[in-house]
């Protein structure tokens, strides 16, 4: 990753207008693997459009726009990013908040049919260990666990053991609760919210996972993935926007 950017304390790859850090008061708020290549980076937050996972047949998985080489440009402690594929326009701003940082994601149909798109944040976030964080704000929310294909209702905290792939049905605020530190995350625009890790297990398996790296992230994504998982139409020259706000403070506060 030696074509990082810098605005603020911030730092952005244009090989998926990729954030890829952003230092705070309370230390670094995203985790990058220590053995990721280039594209796509592993770790910080991936950009997920114009699909999410393997959601929409016939799509790339979590779509193009993670890999896609983005024009940025940056003014004090801001990025502007912008893409055009396949009639698809992605518009990026990422802005540097005293406690933590704000992603805009705006996606415009250019071409001259209807489209369907899904998009998402995909951070990972630094904890301490994941198996002693713990994830507030979705208790009474419906749940897809992805490993079991099971539906649910979530009741209390989401805590982490082992893989854990789970799509919650509702956009909510929520906090990811560690030893020192809380991190909130809100979002707008957004239908679903995905906790994901992959474990030890899984994690051995993939190369651009550092050695017992697994346990260093947790991965809170706002995402709007449409009705039944199937994305949302955009008629031509439509547009439909995705907003994440992170903000970290001291636990207790």
Known sequence: MDD???????????????????????????????????SPIRGGVPVIAPAFADLLADAPRHGWARTADWKVTTDGRVFDAEVVNDGIHLLLHVRELADGVRLDLTARNESGEER??????????????????HVEGLDGVEVLDRLSDERGTQSGEVGVEGEFDRIFLASREVRI?????????????????????????????????????????????????????????????????????????????
């Open 4 to 38: 990082l950017l810098t605005a603020g304390r911030m730092h952005l790859s244009p090989s998926g207008a990729h954030l890829t850090s952003t230092d705070t008061d309370l230390g670094e708020l995203f985790w990058v693997s220590s053995t990721t290549g280039r």
């Open 116 to 133: 369907t798109v899904q998009l998402g944040f995909h951070p990972y976030f630094r904890v301490s260990h994941v198996a002693r964080v």
């Open 177 to 253: 609760v560690d030893k020192q530190r809380v991190i909130t995350v809100e979002a707008e625009g957004a239908d679903a919210t995905v906790v994901w890790n992959p474990g030890e297990k899984a994690a051995a398996g993939m190369e651009d996972v550092g050695g017992g790296e697994w346990a260093d992230f947790l991965c809170v994504e706002p995402a709007l993935l449409g009705a039944d998982l199937s994305g949302v139409v955009l008629a031509p020259s439509q547009e439909r926007r995705l907003n994440m706000t992170v903000r970290v403070s001291p636990s207790g506060s």
